[in-house]
Nanobody, 123 residues
């Protein structure tokens, strides 16, 4: 599956953004979909993921209660609603797909990646 992330931008602390990840060449309904982020000088880190048919979600502690992942299999798109943004959320955000069922928080388990979208939160 080919993925394209969009929706990033510059926002003040406390604000909101919604990222989208549009898929092509294959249907995302067969994939666990995840969001990861990478700040300058840091390793790529897990943000959240959603099971293949939207039955389960899992979040990193740092975003729990502020971010919500969802998927629309009919539109072949995954979303990340980010509320109460903090400066430490600043990073390039990547969407990824994993054909293996089950929750996966490791980047190594994902075999399809989007190009990333920059999110910058100012204080």
């Amino acid at each position: 599956v080919q993925l394209q992330a969009s929706g990033g931008g510059l926002v003040q602390a406390g604000g909101s953004l919604r990222l989208s990840c549009a898929a092509s060449r294959n249907t995302i309904s067969n994939y666990v979909m995840g969001w990861f982020r990478q700040a300058p000088g840091k390793e790529r880190e897990f943000v959240c993921c959603i099971a293949r048919y939207g039955g389960g979600t899992y979040y990193a502690d740092s975003v729990k209660g502020r971010f919500t992942i969802s998927r629309d299999n009919a539109k072949n798109t995954v979303y990340l609603q980010m509320n109460s943004l903090k400066p430490e959320d600043t990073a390039v955000y990547y969407c990824a797909g994993d054909r293996t069922p089950g929750i996966n928080t490791s980047p190594q388990g994902y075999d399809s990646w989007g190009q990333g979208t920059q999110v910058t939160v100012s204080s």
